[in-house]
Nanobody, 122 residues
Framework: QVQLVESGGGLVQAGGSLRRSCAASGRTVISYAMAWFRQAPGKEREFVASISGYVGRTDYAASVKGRFTISRDNAKNTGYLQMTSLKPEDTAVYYC???????????????WGQGTQVTVSS
C-alpha cells in the first residue's frame, strides 16, 4: 500500500514558478512510476508528466514540455513537479499518482494524492 501526500500548491502570477511535492510512504519511490495529472473546472483529468521507476525516464504533455520538470528524491522518498513560466491555462487541481508502469493514462495508476489547487493569475 502506498500513501501520497501533496504540498506546494497556491496562487502565483503568470510567468511565475511553483514546486509541487508528493511525499510517499509504504514503498520507496524508486521502485514505482510516479506521475502528475491536473483537472480544471468542467474538464477531464489530464496527464501532465510521468517518471518511470528505477531508470527514471520522463515524459511530458505537449502543453507543459519545456516549462515543467518532474523528478524524485529517493533519499526523501518524495516526487516533485517544478513548474515554471506558468500561464493562466495551467490553473487546475493537481494530483500526484503512483503505479507500476509510467503511462499517460490515469487508469494505470493505483495510488493518488489528495490534490491541491494551483491558480495562475493573469
Amino acid at each position: 500500500q502506498v500513501q501520497l501526500v501533496e504540498s506546494g500548491g497556491g496562487l502565483v502570477q503568470a510567468g511565475g514558478s511553483l514546486r509541487r511535492s508528493c511525499a510517499a510512504s509504504g514503498r520507496t519511490v524508486i521502485s514505482y512510476a510516479m506521475a502528475w495529472f491536473r483537472q480544471a473546472p468542467g474538464k477531464e483529468r489530464e496527464f501532465v508528466a510521468s517518471i518511470s521507476g528505477y531508470v527514471g525516464r520522463t515524459d511530458y504533455a505537449a502543453s507543459v514540455k519545456g516549462r515543467f520538470t518532474i523528478s524524485r528524491d529517493n533519499a526523501k522518498n518524495t516526487g516533485y513537479l517544478q513548474m515554471t513560466s506558468l500561464k493562466p491555462e495551467d490553473t487546475a487541481v493537481y494530483y500526484c499518482a503512483a503505479g507500476d508502469v509510467a503511462t499517460m493514462r490515469r487508469q494505470t495508476y493505483d495510488y493518488w494524492g489528495q490534490g491541491t489547487q494551483v491558480t495562475v493569475s493573469s
